[in-house]
């Protein structure tokens, strides 16, 4: 009983869902824009799953492991689920070293894959840890965005996407907050390179772009964020 109970808040949830997309005529898959730009790195959002982007680096990121926290609800439905893409892509590798403990996912906790050749486009694929769900809190995506390009300036890109990941785990996070912190995380870090640059301290490819993807749902609120938090940067 308890499992049919389960299979039907995941249909009525995924109907829900569909039926709130449709009447709110989102943007497809695909929809990008140059939000602004901040020490010499155009900022753009992009509605795309993590396994479909084309880039030198893709960072992604998951929390703790719990059994099913990718597949069953709250997490999103499969056809709108960039985690589960992900994983599936890769043939379960992000789910079998999240369970096997071999990748716990704790608080901003580091693992770079080197995909094979046939499974997503990306690259390289760093996974970033967001810790227990249960305790949350957006401020944290702030460091995510540093670590995200402090490894980028490391490996030498001169762009690479970043995937919260965040609402495909079902975690009901505040959109803004999270797409601005992981902007400002990212370009103050960029900014403490270049000043380490300047005193001969430090040596590294210019990045020139950065990519925030998004849901459909959460492209329009995501983009105002981005501009917003820009707004504190040179131009």
Request: hydrophobic content about 45%; glycine content about 8%; overall charge positive.
């Amino acid at each position: 009983m308890k499992t049919l109970k389960t299979k039907l808040a995941g249909l009525f949830f995924f109907l829900l869902f569909t039926a709130t997309l449709q009447a709110q005529d989102l943007p497809t898959v695909g929809t990008s824009g140059i939000v602004g730009k901040a020490s010499g790195i155009a900022v753009e959002v992009k509605i795309q799953s993590p396994s479909a982007q084309v880039t030198p680096l893709q960072v992604a990121c998951v929390f703790e492991y719990t059994e099913g926290d990718i597949t069953n609800p709250p997490a999103l439905p499969a056809q709108l689920n960039g985690m589960l893409h992900l994983d599936e892509a890769l043939h379960g590798i992000i789910t079998e070293l999240r369970k096997s403990g071999k990748f716990t996912g704790h608080a901003f906790e580091t693992l770079l894959i080197t995909p094979p050749p046939g499974t997503i486009p990306a690259k390289q694929l760093l996974l970033v840890g967001l810790g227990n769900r249960n305790t949350f809190n957006a401020d944290m995506m702030y460091t995510v965005g540093s670590i995200g390009m402090r490894e980028a300036l490391r490996l030498g890109v001169t762009s690479y996407s970043h995937a919260s990941d965040i609402k495909d785990a079902g975690i009901d996070s505040p959109t803004a907050a999270v797409a601005e912190n992981v902007v400002k995380g990212a370009l103050d870090a960029y900014d403490t390179q270049l000043h380490l640059k300047g005193k001969k301290m430090s040596a590294f490819k210019p990045l020139v772009k950065f990519t925030l993807l998004s849901g459909p749902a959460f492209y329009a609120p995501s983009s105002a964020a981005v501009k917003a938090a820009l707004a504190a940067y040179a131009q």
